[in-house]
């Protein structure tokens, strides 16, 4: 019987030029992370796709999943792994459309890729759709729109044969966009901008503020679940926890009920931004969309934008509350962030927060309790977990020696 083996599709990659080799090096890389345990035994370019075969021989649709989920990958097949034995590739053309699902119409298209194979591709669409129509005669080749399109692709000395192929997340390959520093809460929205700025290539270095000591550590925990649900997109390499509650009671006893958030969020920034100078990154990422809730007004994300010299980024600032807990279910984080944690966020909360801030107020509220010294504190206070999801993430020297590691739950 024929190999079976999953053939990776990319379509972006193919756009970038000289950078194509790299693009594609990073994603060989990324999936034999993601595969881990699942008995691979080569992963390789092969003709602008890339090839994974597994020790049984018999790659499956659970493997396939797993590779659907990577970002830069636009699709997978479940490809037949064939020599040039006519008999052997027209079987497999015939098992490949047997198992595509119900149609009507289907058609070949055969590729050849720089082999000296005596068949040319008509040669091919002749032999092999021949052989299907005698397999399903009440079935009807058409051209163009078929339901169904099974692909012959013949490199060097192999064809590969397939029908279906199961839809990926797409985007490019992480790692190779650069470092990003994302706030996390636990949240449905800054665990979905997370995931959206890691599928377009970059590696996310999360920071999730705690109210520990005033509240319990339950966020952390739920943060620590987040990061596990997004594993198999393999964006994350450390989750780094700062415990706010002390310093939020403080802000609290010297700032206005309605700008307390404001003043909290330019604390949780300049202290984000400290992180990502010392980790690399090249800008913020927050769950932020406009108008969702007090603190996302034009004002208000502009009085916080101030403390911050790196861009911030808000991935979501133009979509709506169902389009963001569509896609935590899709990623898996939505049942997490539906277990209500207290946060820091919960906790001293105003009753009535302002939600078009004044300028000169946030500034006379941001000078009325010593900021630097309070960012300085957070900054030694840090902790973190680490995970070893993303194998392009390079943790910093300096954090190796001079922070408490969290314990990784068990
Ligand atoms: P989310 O669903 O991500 O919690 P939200 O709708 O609750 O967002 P806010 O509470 O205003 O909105 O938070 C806005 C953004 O600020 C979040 O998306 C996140 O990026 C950041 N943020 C909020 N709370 C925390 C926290 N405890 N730790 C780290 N970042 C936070
Ligand atoms: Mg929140």
Redo the contacts with the bound molecule.
């Keep these: 019987m024929a190999q079976r083996v999953c053939l990776v599709h990319y379509h972006e990659i193919g756009l970038k030029g000289k950078n194509r080799a790299t693009f594609e090096n990073q994603l060989v890389k990324n999936l034999h992370r993601a595969l881990r345990g699942q008995q691979v035994t080569n992963i390789r370019r092969v003709s602008g796709h890339i090839l994974v075969t597994f020790e049984s021989g018999q790659a499956t649709v659970e493997q396939a999943q797993i590779i659907a989920r990577v970002p830069g990958v636009a699709r997978v097949s479940l490809a037949y792994l064939c020599s040039l034995n006519e008999q052997e590739y027209c079987a497999a053309a015939v098992r490949a459309l047997g198992e595509a699902g119900p149609f009507e119409t289907f058609k070949v298209h055969a590729r050849r890729s720089a082999t000296t194979y005596e068949l040319h591709t008509l040669d091919i669409h002749q032999l092999v759709g021949g052989v299907l129509c005698e397999a399903f005669p009440t079935k009807k080749v058409k051209m163009h729109d078929p339901d169904v399109t099974v692909f012959v692709l013949v490199v060097q000395g192999s064809v590969y044969v397939y029908a279906a192929s199961m839809v990926g997340v797409g985007g490019l390959p992480v790692g190779t966009a650069g470092k990003v520093v994302?706030?996390?809460?636990s949240?449905?929205?800054?665990p979905v901008?997370t995931w959206m700025v890691g599928r377009r290539g970059a590696i996310c270095v999360p920071?999730?503020?705690?109210g520990r000591p005033m509240t319990s550590d339950s966020?952390e925990w739920l943060c620590q679940d987040i990061v596990q649900a997004l594993a198999p997109a393999g964006l994350i390499g450390r989750l780094y926890v700062v415990p706010f509650g002390e310093r939020q009671r403080e802000i609290s006893l010297s700032v206005p009920q309605g700008l307390r958030i404001i003043t909290y969020?330019r604390v949780?920034l300049s202290v984000a931004e400290r992180i990502a100078q010392l980790e690399g990154a090249k800008a913020l990422v927050?769950?932020?969309s406009l108008g969702?809730?007090a603190?996302?007004t034009l004002e208000n994300i502009a009085a916080v934008n101030e403390v911050a010299s790196m861009p911030i980024l808000r991935p979501l600032i133009g979509s709506d509350k169902m389009e963001i807990m569509r896609r935590a279910e899709q990623i898996g984080t939505h049942d997490i962030?539906s277990q209500a944690a207290e946060?820091?966020?919960t906790l001293f909360m105003p009753r009535r927060p302002e939600t078009h801030a004044r300028l000169d107020a946030v500034h006379e509220a941001w000078e009325s309790f010593d900021h630097e010294t309070m960012i300085e504190d957070l900054v030694n206070s840090i902790e973190y977990v680490d995970f070893d999801h993303c194998p392009s993430y390079k943790a910093p020297k300096e954090m190796k020696t001079w922070h408490r590691e969290l314990a990784p739950r068990s």
């Excluded at 994302?182 to 809460?185: A, D, F, Y």
């Excluded at 920071?207 to 705690?210: G, Q, Y």
């Design positions: 994302t706030l996390l809460s949240g449905f929205d800054s901008a920071v999730h503020f705690s966020s969020r949780m927050t769950g932020e969702q809730v603190s996302q962030s946060d820091c966020c």
